[in-house]
């Protein structure tokens, strides 16, 4: 690092986007423990651990059942087949979100119709999924997008109204609440990922899925291990989406931090706001808000840059050595994949704009306050 000039060393530092070691190094002889006891029981694959992390994250998201499995993505595409959603079928999703979320449903030849968000929250605006229901409609997959809830009761509505099933993408929002209920469990099936970067992050890929309803949950774990029962018998036809007991092991470990985590990121998030007010840069820039009635996690705290000067503040960042993303330069409709397969569009306006003014800035749980004042000084710098 040569940035070392007349700048105080404070403000010349650079700030990482995430930095897992802070999060994983008091947690270090408790896991390396846990997974010591999994080497000398030798059950590698979907063991006591993955029983007790099933039944843990469903008392956390207020759900009766978990089923764990291999990834948030392999989540999502466990309950489209779930509900036997193939080609011919429609599904409602954002165009604004992770890739996953809408490749779910190509890989089962089912149609993405992609619907536009809210430009306060960018999550999925119910009016526009509405307007785009057809008799073809198998479900319908709000993203609780950056840890937030979307509108639920909305979608709950249509839920009911249409007999559509709810399948909540809740891989950035496990803690999210709307009024009390979390993520995962307002609809009928709630996809969660334990991938390193989300709030309760795993030493590798991991995911789990959690339902109130018996028969789903049945068939769920049932799909997550080839569709055989018994042993080398298959009535239905599954996939392989096992978890690892070494995952399970270091998420129950760290699960009991969660809360704390989420309060540091909260924190975190009103710390950036008024340092940004304070130094008037809530003009230059769009700060994101947690809507009333909402339990806002903080996966990402991402601002809306206006003017077409978002990826030249971005460049800024990183030549200052100050970590920062977009999440998503794209919408999934705008993507070279997806081009050929017809996938159906409503207006995406909203989506568009977001995709060119957003940038999401390091909140991880146990920055320090001088790296955020780092942050805020460095954009007051641009501007
Ligand atoms: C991370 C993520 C996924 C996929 O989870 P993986 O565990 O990485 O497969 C799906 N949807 C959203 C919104 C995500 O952020």
């Not at 930095?19 to 010591?36: G, H, M, S, T």
């Not at 007790?52 to 764990?68: C, M, T």
């Not at 795993?202 to 049932?222: F, H, I, Q, V, W």
């Not at 957003?358 to 780092?374: N, S, W």
Request: glycine content about 8%; overall charge negative.
């Amino acid at each position: 690092m040569s940035t070392r000039n007349t700048d105080s060393d404070e403000v010349r530092r650079p700030v990482p986007l995430l930095d897992l070691k802070r999060q994983y190094a008091p947690l270090k002889e408790e896991i390396v423990e846990a997974l010591a006891k999994i080497v000398d029981h030798g059950w590698f694959v979907l063991g006591q651990e993955v029983k007790d992390l099933e039944a843990n994250i469903a008392a956390y998201s207020q759900a009766k059942h978990g089923i764990a499995c291999a990834s948030g993505s392999d989540a999502l595409l466990l309950a489209l087949m779930a509900y036997d959603i193939g080609p011919g079928d429609e599904v409602i999703l954002p165009s604004f979100t992770f890739f996953a979320t809408a490749s779910a449903v190509t890989r089962l030849g089912a149609t993405p119709v992609f619907a536009d968000i809210d430009p306060l929250t960018y999550n999925l605006d119910p009016i526009a999924t509405a307007s785009l229901i057809t008799p073809q409609t198998k479900a319908i997959i709000p993203v609780h997008l950056f840890g937030q809830t979307v509108d639920i009761h909305a979608f709950l509505a249509l839920s009911e109204e249409h007999g559509i099933p709810i399948i909540e993408d809740a891989a950035q929002a496990i803690g999210a609440e709307w009024k009390g209920r979390r993520a995962g469990t307002m609809g009928q099936i709630g996809c969660f990922s334990f991938y390193p970067t989300k709030n309760l992050g795993g030493a590798g890929d991991g995911g789990l899925l959690t339902t109130n309803d018996e028969k789903l949950a049945d068939k769920l774990r049932l799909l997550r291990v080839h569709g055989m029962s018994p042993r080398y018998y298959h009535p239905i036809i599954g996939i392989n989406s096992r978890l690892d007991s070494f995952q399970a092991a270091v998420l129950n470990i760290k699960l009991p931090h969660l809360d704390r985590w989420i309060d540091m990121r909260t924190e975190n998030a009103d710390r950036y706001t008024s340092l940004f007010k304070n130094a008037g840069l809530d003009e230059k820039i769009t700060l994101p808000t947690a809507g009333d009635d909402i339990r806002h996690v903080w996966n990402q705290y991402v601002v809306r840059v206006p003017d077409g000067r978002r990826d030249e503040l971005r460049q800024f960042m990183l030549d200052v050595k100050i970590g920062c993303e977009i999440y998503y330069p794209l919408g999934l409709h705008e993507q070279e994949c997806f081009q050929s397969i017809g996938c159906k569009l409503g207006d995406l306006t909203e989506t568009n704009r977001a995709a060119k003014e957003v940038l999401a800035l390091p909140i991880f749980p146990e920055m320090r306050a001088d790296e955020q004042e780092t942050v805020v000084a460095r954009i007051a710098e641009f501007f």
